[in-house]
């Protein structure tokens, strides 16, 4: 495999700067492919090369894998690196990539296709030794065999699309009474979000934690970076994650770490990736759900605490240097936290808040990164993810990432739009968070009874 000399880009935002920067730093020439939305922003300005592929709509530039591979075959680009999102997991593209000779960063197509299907990745995680949550073995099409799904294991039930994540096609089922109504509003959803109906059902828990392990490998070396935990969470949606978890004893640590690396070998993974777990706080203990064939959102509270550089690992990967680490070599240091920063109003339901930024200050000092393609009269466009920015702490302990996250967001100064840092900073106030004692249903619980 040749070395990565020049990259496309196919992502925008937060995303595309970060991946840029490492270009820059890696001695990488960067293209970067961008919508008519995004004419102006920041990473467009700071690319090498720039190519617009389409109209302000997703499904013409950003989702247009004929435009985006054959910008790359005509700027002879090496590689594509997806960022998240978009066509990150798509194994078409990487199929289309891996057709036309160009490097995909991340792992192949084979693979997402085989972890992308919740179905099939469950089965994979039990032959490698890794718990499930009890359910299905495969997908249920028919009230009568999830009705003998539930005589074995109860209710409540939770229905998942196979193909599916983000909380769509998704349905809690209490009782027999709601057992045909859920199932169809299930199907019918995870067809209309993805194209593929299928649904397996598993036994609804609800006092648990979510925690994932961002995973490395190059084929050969296999590595994990330790724990995220993700669990301040509304309606399914990341709001916060910190590393390390608060809930982990140090022996369910190892055995998470242990059945993460193992998933990893079983289905031949190469690149960055993650293992979405659950975590049982009654029981103590922990299932696999899923994994993220990419790099995350909340990737940079694990480079805060080990110092590694997750995107230059990704390029390295996939340019044939390989790891060039050991797990020996991985060294945790500290706690870091990572609000998301979404323009939207919690006054009004979490609407989205597009408009012109203005008056925009980053906060700085001791422990802060911010991660963000914002400047002043940047106007943030009404066509994609509400996420502007991700504000990241890091502090000697859990206490001191706290202290530092709450001085940042109330020193972060944005006008001209809504955001969601006053949630952020009810949460980190909260005696629950602080604590450590939450569960999934947290953010839920103090929305409806504010301190």
Request: with cysteine; net charge negative.
């Amino acid at each position: 495999m040749a070395k990565i000399r020049r990259l496309l880009i196919a992502n925008r935002g937060e995303i595309a700067l970060r991946i840029l920067r490492a270009c820059h730093e890696l001695g990488i020439e960067s293209v970067l492919a961008y919508s008519e939305a995004d004419t102006d922003s920041l990473p467009v300005r700071l690319a090498d090369k720039r190519v617009c592929i389409g109209p302000a709509p997703a499904a013409k530039s950003y989702l247009n894998m004929t435009a985006i591979v054959g910008t790359a075959v005509a700027y002879r680009a090496d590689a594509i690196h997806p960022g998240y999102g978009f066509l990150a997991e798509n194994a078409s593209f990487a199929k289309l990539c891996e057709k036309e000779g160009i490097v995909f960063v991340g792992p192949s197509s084979d693979v997402i296709e085989r972890m992308g299907d919740k179905i099939e990745a469950r089965a994979i995680a039990r032959a490698a030794g890794a718990p499930t949550i009890p359910g299905s073995e495969g997908a249920v099409s028919s009230v009568a065999a999830a009705r003998k799904i539930a005589e074995d294991i109860g209710f409540p039930l939770l229905v998942k699309a196979a193909a599916g994540g983000g909380g769509r096609g998704m349905r809690v089922i209490g009782s027999d009474a709601e057992l045909e109504k859920g199932l169809s509003e299930a199907m019918s959803e995870a067809e209309a979000a993805f194209g593929d109906g299928s649904v397996y059902v598993e036994k609804f828990l609800t006092d648990i934690r979510h925690i994932e392990v961002q995973v490395l490998s190059d084929g050969c070396n296999t590595l994990h970076l330790g724990e995220r935990d993700c669990t301040s969470q509304r309606r399914n949606q990341k709001l916060l994650e910190e590393a390390p978890s608060t809930a982990l004893s140090e022996p369910l640590r190892l055995a998470l770490f242990e059945a993460a690396k193992r998933i990893c070998t079983r289905v031949g993974y190469t690149n960055a990736g993650t293992i979405e777990f659950v975590l049982d706080n009654a029981e103590q203990k922990f299932y696999f759900i899923e994994m993220n064939t990419r790099i995350q959102v909340e990737h940079p509270v694990t480079e805060m605490i080990t110092g590694i550089d997750i995107v230059k690992q990704q390029l390295g990967i996939a340019g044939g240097k390989g790891l060039g680490l050991r797990q020996e070599d991985v060294e945790f240091r500290g706690h870091s936290i990572e609000c998301r920063v979404n323009a939207e109003d919690p006054d009004r339901e979490f609407l989205p808040s597009p408009g012109v930024v203005s008056n925009y200050l980053a906060p700085g000092g001791p422990g802060i990164r911010i991660d963000s393609h914002l400047e002043n009269g940047y106007r943030i466009p009404p066509f994609y993810d509400s996420m502007i920015a991700k504000v990241i702490s890091w502090g000697i302990d859990r206490q001191e990432a706290i202290d530092r996250m709450i001085r940042a967001l109330s020193e972060l100064q944005l006008k001209g739009v809504k955001t969601t840092v006053p949630l952020h900073l009810q949460i980190l106030r909260h005696p629950r968070f602080r604590s450590g004692e939450i569960n999934t249903g947290f953010v839920a619980q103090m929305l409806s009874r504010p301190v």
